[in-house]
């Protein structure tokens, strides 16, 4: 992913919502359904253990600022994106993950950059992986 932005973005909300999905009729298990501001987000060094987990992760393939503003005529970029298992705290293994995100800009009112990821988490026997 990548953008420039013709306007500098000093004030924006961010959006984030992680959805384990459960088989009906349960419902799907919300983990987290966060909107907060973005530049106190990027900014912040005492972040909760899974926003700063998500910031360290976003800092090894983006070249997104620790603080605002965001700058005009500048291409922002997520590259190369690769989850290291390693980073995520133990969870439920083999279950699908919806992730969306949204980015607001309050200068230009309601100006929406959303994204959804969905993936699925699966265990690989050592037998099966390759050396």
Same mark, same amino acid.
């Given at each position: #992913?990548?953008?420039?932005?013709?306007?500098?973005?000093?004030? *924006?909300?961010?959006?984030? $919502?992680?959805?384990?999905?459960?088989?009906?009729?349960?419902?799907?298990?919300?983990?987290?359904? &966060?909107?907060?501001? =973005? %530049? !106190?987000?990027?900014? @912040? /060094? +005492? !972040? &909760?253990?899974?926003?700063?987990? =998500?910031?360290?992760? #976003?800092?090894?393939?983006?070249?997104?600022?620790?603080? %605002?503003?965001? $700058?005009? +005529?500048?291409?922002?970029?997520? /590259? =190369?994106? /690769?989850?290291?298992? +390693?980073?995520?705290?133990? &969870?439920?293994?083999?279950?699908? &993950? !919806?992730?969306?995100?949204? *980015? !607001? @800009? $309050?200068?230009?009112?309601?100006?929406?950059?959303?994204?959804?990821?969905?993936? /699925?988490?699966?265990?690989?026997?050592?037998? $099966?992986?390759?050396?």
């Amino acid at each position: #992913m990548e953008f420039v932005l013709e306007q500098p973005v000093a004030e *924006h909300d961010f959006f984030i $919502k992680i959805v384990l999905p459960r088989r009906r009729p349960l419902p799907d298990f919300v983990l987290l359904n &966060v909107t907060t501001d =973005g %530049c !106190q987000l990027l900014a @912040n /060094r +005492n !972040q &909760v253990p899974l926003m700063r987990l =998500g910031r360290n992760i #976003m800092d090894r393939f983006s070249n997104f600022p620790k603080q %605002c503003p965001f $700058k005009p +005529n500048f291409t922002y970029y997520i /590259r =190369g994106f /690769r989850l290291d298992l +390693n980073l995520v705290p133990a &969870v439920d293994m083999e279950t699908p &993950v !919806q992730i969306e995100f949204s *980015h !607001q @800009n $309050k200068q230009q009112g309601i100006r929406w950059i959303t994204g959804y990821l969905m993936a /699925r988490v699966q265990r690989i026997s050592e037998k $099966k992986r390759s050396k």
